[in-house]
């Protein structure tokens, strides 16, 4: 065995993969065999640490020194300076890494300081893809004392007792769907994983698989034995290549170890886990359609009831959870419901991961306890509005969800309080709007994603949210009519009452929640023809004030050749006039603005 002096811990999830992290690697363990250091330090490609925003991440151990948007040119002073002659490297550290010349680990960091990670306890720890990493974190220890100490009955009532509700959704609880499950009468039933992440801007299923893809199989594992199967599906969407191959190595290593396939720690118990991979369908994060596809059929809901633990796959009892539920098992079993159920809110327990995006100083993925504020997630942890922007509202739930404003900072985040405020956690997207961000305009962007991903099945989903759509692109196209707004709400009540899945259901949330909130926006495009916050291009006008020194650079990058030196002289030893926009020609594009030199552009959009 060997023994190491530092380990240097490199982010392999995929937003630092795509910025060269593997070559990072490459490069840093090459210059630690030239410098004779290959015996002394390891380095280890891990999950995602979570601050994506300051990627790619280096950390190194023992110290926890942790540097950011580390370059591959970067690699050969880390190992000179630092794992050679133990300088750290300030001008590398993450910016709130040291503070009046105080070095902080990454423990002390705000971000994961302020965080409980439960369902992330690994990603960013361990290598992935060496269950010998896991089992040294007590991974297959929830499995060893399910099949050597524990009945089926027993799992399940720890897990009720634990209080853990859905992540992936509707927040069902958890330990119910399990009993309903067992109680089913069958000579066969299934375990099956939703890790069909599609919601825009979610990535919290596939930073735990490409992580620590471990406790899901530990997860699921558990499941079988407690609800009485022996066959279990992963089914993730093949837009996922690094979560599929350390999934594929997990299942194999599971194999190798005895921890998956027959006579599991020699008790008689068997299972096995299969992958099926997702061709990207948003409709297939549904329970029913997801089971369809499954089976090699088109995605498409069923009618329920009956509801999968009666009737799922191959038409037999089936439990279907996501990957963020199936995380926390493994720590219920071990440490036991009571200890869960401690964490949390009365009526939603434990952690949640929200994948914190849009306009956010810190984005990246957070865990934080149930009944966490608003404010605390925003400006504890994701440090707050970029460039000293307002804050306008947060979209939890995708395109199932809807918006939160500033009079909402203070209230606990909980799935309760936020069905309550008309929107929803769902799987636990997060998107951050500051005062530039057209509330019209984001409605119809999440509703033309869900006009795009209805499977058609059900008329009042596949024709209903066109119709809304068409009526968004008039309003924000200065055609609407007050009538419209009317219709609007009619048409939600009708889609949300009538449709046959969840993604109908919830399809007009966005609309009726930005509506409710922001209607004076709605009727500033109505009424006015007017975007209060300058995004619907057809009701821009761009016009060029007396700031202008003629310099012409907005004439040269204008594709439609709508701007001519035709105002008075703003400079008498060149010349140089005003240059005005033929607002007939316009077609708005904004490329004079962002070309103009002067200090405070002399071009404005009203």
Request: aromatic share 8%; charged share 25%; glycine share 12%.
């Amino acid at each position: 065995m060997s023994y190491y002096r530092s380990h240097v811990l490199i982010c392999g999830g995929t937003g630092c993969t795509s910025s060269k992290s593997r070559e990072i690697k490459k490069e840093l363990e090459l210059q630690l065999e030239r410098l004779g250091l290959e015996q002394e330090v390891q380095v280890v490609m891990t999950g995602c640490f979570g601050l994506c925003e300051a990627g790619p991440i280096m950390i190194v151990y023992p110290e926890g020194t942790f540097y950011s948007k580390v370059q591959v040119s970067d690699a050969k002073r880390i190992a000179e300076e630092h794992l050679l002659k133990g300088r750290i490297i300030k001008d590398l550290l993450f910016k709130e890494a040291i503070e009046d010349g105080e070095i902080k680990s990454v423990n002390e960091v705000e971000f994961y300081a302020k965080q409980t990670r439960l369902a992330l306890r690994n990603c960013g720890k361990i290598n992935p893809e060496n269950i010998d990493e896991y089992i040294a974190h007590d991974g297959y220890m929830a499995l060893a004392k399910v099949l050597t100490e524990m009945k089926p009955e027993e799992v399940i009532s720890e897990v009720k007792k634990s209080g853990l509700r859905g992540r992936g959704g509707g927040g069902f609880t958890t330990g119910l769907k399990w009993e309903f499950t067992y109680k089913s009468k069958s000579d066969k039933k299934y375990v099956a994983c939703n890790a069909d992440e599609g919601d825009p801007g979610a990535f919290m299923d596939r930073s735990i698989l490409e992580g620590d893809p471990h406790a899901v199989l530990e997860a699921m594992t558990i499941a079988g034995y407690a609800i009485g199967a022996d066959t279990g599906y992963i089914y993730v969407r093949a837009e996922y290549p690094i979560a599929v191959k350390r999934l594929s190595i997990a299942i194999k290593q599971a194999h190798d170890y005895g921890l998956l396939g027959e006579n599991i720690f020699n008790t008689g118990f068997n299972f096995d886990i299969e992958l099926r991979l997702g061709a990207g369908a948003f409709v297939c994060g549904e329970e029913t359609a997801l089971i369809e596809s499954i089976e090699g059929k088109r995605g498409m809901p069923r009618p329920r009831p009956p509801f999968p633990a009666v009737k799922g796959v191959w038409e037999k009892p089936t439990l279907l959870n996501n990957v963020e539920t199936y995380a926390n098992i493994p720590q219920i079993i071990l440490k036991g419901g009571e200890w869960f159920s401690s964490i949390g809110t009365e009526r939603s327990k434990g952690t949640k991961v929200f994948a914190l995006g849009g306009k956010i100083n810190n984005t990246g993925l957070v865990e934080i306890p149930m009944g966490t504020t608003l404010k605390e997630v925003i400006y504890g942890i994701g440090g707050g509005i970029p460039n000293g922007k307002k804050f306008k509202a947060a979209q939890t739930g995708g395109p199932s969800g809807g918006c939160l404003t500033e009079a909402y900072l203070d209230t606990e985040i909980d799935f309760d309080n936020l069905v309550a405020l008309g929107s929803m956690m769902g799987s636990g997207g997060m998107i951050i709007m500051d005062e530039d961000n057209c509330m019209v305009d984001i409605a119809r962007f999440y509703l033309d994603f869900t006009c795009d991903e209805s499977c058609g099945k059900c008329t009042p989903c596949r024709e209903g949210t066109k119709r809304m759509m068409e009526i968004l692109n008039k309003i924000t196209e200065g055609k609407g009519e007050l009538s419209d707004l009317d219709e609007l709400e009619q048409l939600a009540a009708y889609i949300k009452a009538n449709s046959l899945c969840g993604l109908g259901q919830t399809a007009p949330n966005p609309v009726l929640s930005t509506m409710h909130h922001f209607k004076d926006e709605y009727l500033s495009h109505v009424i006015d023809k007017r975007c209060p916050a300058g995004v619907c291009s057809k009701l821009l006008e761009y016009y060029i004030t007396e700031k202008c020194i003629g310099c012409g650079m907005c004439a040269k990058s204008c594709p439609a050749g709508c701007i001519k030196p035709l105002g008075e002289v703003v400079n008498a030893k060149t010349g140089r006039r005003r240059h005005v926009i033929n607002k007939v020609d316009c077609i708005k594009c904004g490329a004079c603005m962002a070309t103009c030199p002067t200090k405070i552009s002399a071009i404005i959009k009203r």
